[in-house]
């Protein structure tokens, strides 16, 4: 049974700091996906990583996968209010098509002024 | 495009009651799946279908959950009867089977609240 776990599942930061949160996961997989979720929304699709070595980013935000490790990371830089919310990664745990994802338990992020 | 869309928004049902969700998924997405959100479970996948065939119920925690796709533009999810401990948000996702990079794009999700 694919696990994915997420660390910190909370995490209260000031603005202008860096963080990163991190994603393991329990199987051979090479594709990650990081999501965002706003109280009582949707999940927004952030980052699709396909690959070992995949960097992508977009504005503060930098995610990354090393599938030897089975770690992705959601790197965010000098943080604002308005990137608070619960972030997700899911990992497909099997190749072809698309498959249903396992999501770990988010990361509650509050970004504080 | 409209997105994937979801109904209702909030169910509030009580114990014994017969509920059932509604989706409407992305236009040429041939892939729908149902997830179940909670805080103490976080989000599970129920269940999922391509080209509207279930590929894997193994999610749907007792019989009193269904799913149907009945064409490739509609999906229900039915509990009967419901229970207390089906409260939750559910959310409905669609993907393109063919798409290796495309990531699922989700409903708004449907509040049921079971009393």
């Known amino acids: 049974e694919l696990k994915v776990e997420q660390n910190p599942l909370f995490l209260s930061m000031q603005e202008g700091k860096n963080y990163t949160i991190y994603c393991n996961y329990s199987t051979t997989s090479d594709r990650l996906y990081w999501y965002r979720q706003d109280p009582g929304k949707s999940l927004e699709s952030l980052f699709v990583?396909?690959?070992?070595?995949a960097v992508k980013q977009e504005g503060r935000l930098m995610a990354s996968l090393d599938t030897k490790a089975r770690l992705s990371t959601l790197h965010i830089t000098a943080a604002v209010h308005d990137l608070s919310a619960t972030y997700f990664c899911?990992?497909?745990?099997?190749?072809?098509?698309?498959?249903?994802?396992?999501f770990g338990k988010g990361t509650h992020l509050i970004i504080q002024p | 495009d409209a997105g994937v869309i979801q109904s209702p928004r909030h169910e509030v049902t009580e114990m014994g009651q017969e509920v059932t969700l509604r989706c409407k998924p992305i236009s040429g997405h041939n892939s729908l799946f149902w997830y179940r959100q909670t805080m103490m479970r976080g989000l599970e996948l129920l269940i999922y279908f391509n080209n509207n065939v279930p590929i894997d119920d193994s999610g749907m925690p007792e019989d009193r959950f269904s799913a149907k796709m009945p064409n490739a533009s509609f999906s229900t999810l039915k509990i009967q009867p419901s229970e207390p401990r089906d409260s939750a948000v559910y959310f409905c996702?669609?993907?393109?089977?063919?798409?290796?990079?495309?990531?699922?794009?989700f409903g708004n999700g449907t509040r049921l609240t079971v009393t």
């Open positions: 899911a990992v497909e745990d099997s190749g072809g098509g698309a498959d249903g994802l396992t």
């Open positions: 996702a669609s993907s393109e089977v063919t798409g290796w990079n495309s990531p699922l794009h």
């Open positions: 990583l396909l690959s070992n070595g």
